[in-house]
């Protein structure tokens, strides 16, 4: 909504017809304009080549099963020379999971090299959750392997505020003071 503010075109994709009723809403409430499409990450067919000067995705790929099919989609929609941004957990946050006691732990309980998918609970809901870990090289391998080049990739703390948000259990906290939470990347279609 900020960029369409700003005098973007912008188009926002998501999967579920609830998220893209809730940004409807936001839309009109906020009196800017923004065309939305419901639609997967990985088949992005409804949107033509290379018409795009950019692509923000803020904490959606780990919930995306076809990675590689998802950057290949960006990559054909964006111009040569332009850029895919995302954030997400930091990778090393999985490690913290332990999937058995459904909770955080602050020794590793998890595999770094473990790409299996994660199970969880959306904290303060019974919602049943998958999401895909995938290392940092491996975020870099698939990013260049479907024509992005990587321009800047940030390893950042708990955003401000977070601390203080009653939601972010003691364990995010305790790991936090140790290591990067969030994952930024920037990366350059060749
Ligand atoms: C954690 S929310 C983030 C939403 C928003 N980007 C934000 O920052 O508030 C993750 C979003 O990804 C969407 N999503 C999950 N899998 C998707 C897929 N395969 N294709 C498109 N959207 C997907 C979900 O419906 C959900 O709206």
Known sequence: MELARQGARVTGVDVSDAQIALAQRRVEGAGVSVRLLRADAADLSPLPDASFDAIVAVYVF???EE???CLAECTRLLRPGVRLIFAQDHPIRACFWDEEMQEESVLPARSYFDDSPLRWTFAGSDAAMTSHHRTLERWVF???????VVKTLRELPLPDGWADDPNVDEYTREIAAFLP????????KR
């Open 62 to 64: 780990p919930y995306v």
């Open 67 to 69: 990675i590689a099919v």
């Open 142 to 148: 698939s990013l260049h392997e479907v024509g992005f």
């Open 181 to 188: 939470q969030v994952m930024v990347i920037e990366a350059v």
